[in-house]
């Protein structure tokens, strides 16, 4: 079963339903049917509750938060994360802390549409619709 991390701006497009949401959210649909699990990274639970608030109000982030944390699992975000991040001197640190929380905890893959903030990543990078193949082939 491959395990996929979902970098935020995947997430924000199925929860925000955005014009780029059609393969993450059949993505988010076929882990939710356990055809593989999602991670999202801990750190960025509190940042998409934050723009989902900001766009669409509390109650609507709350029930959002909540689906997220029904889905997916939450990968670790702790000192040994933050340490591989800042090793890895990228210079978005909010990738570096994805990229290092997908590698500790055992990701086939992050999926992202930014795969150029990931250069040099140590966990594959791939697309919704790649990720999507995945995990229904």
Not at 9 to 15: A, E, K, Q
Not at 72 to 84: G, I, Q, S, T, Y
Not at 94 to 108: F, L, N, R, Y
């Amino acid at each position: 079963m491959k395990r996929l991390l979902l970098d935020l701006n995947i997430v924000l497009d199925v929860v925000l339903d955005r014009a780029e949401a059609a393969s993450a959210a059949r993505l988010w649909a076929a882990l939710e049917r356990g055809k593989g699990r999602g991670f999202v990274p801990a750190h960025g639970v509190t940042t998409i509750f934050y723009l989902v608030s900001r766009a669409q109000g509390p109650a609507f982030a709350r029930r959002a938060t909540d689906g997220i944390l029904r889905t997916f699992a939450v990968a670790p975000v702790d000192e040994k994360v933050l340490r591989r991040a800042l090793s890895l001197g990228w210079p978005d640190f909010e990738d570096a802390v994805c990229a290092s929380a997908a590698e500790i905890c055992g990701c086939d893959a992050i999926v992202t549409r930014d795969p150029k903030g990931f250069v040099d990543s140590p966990v594959r990078i791939i697309d919704s619709p790649t990720a999507l193949a995945w995990v229904t082939t």
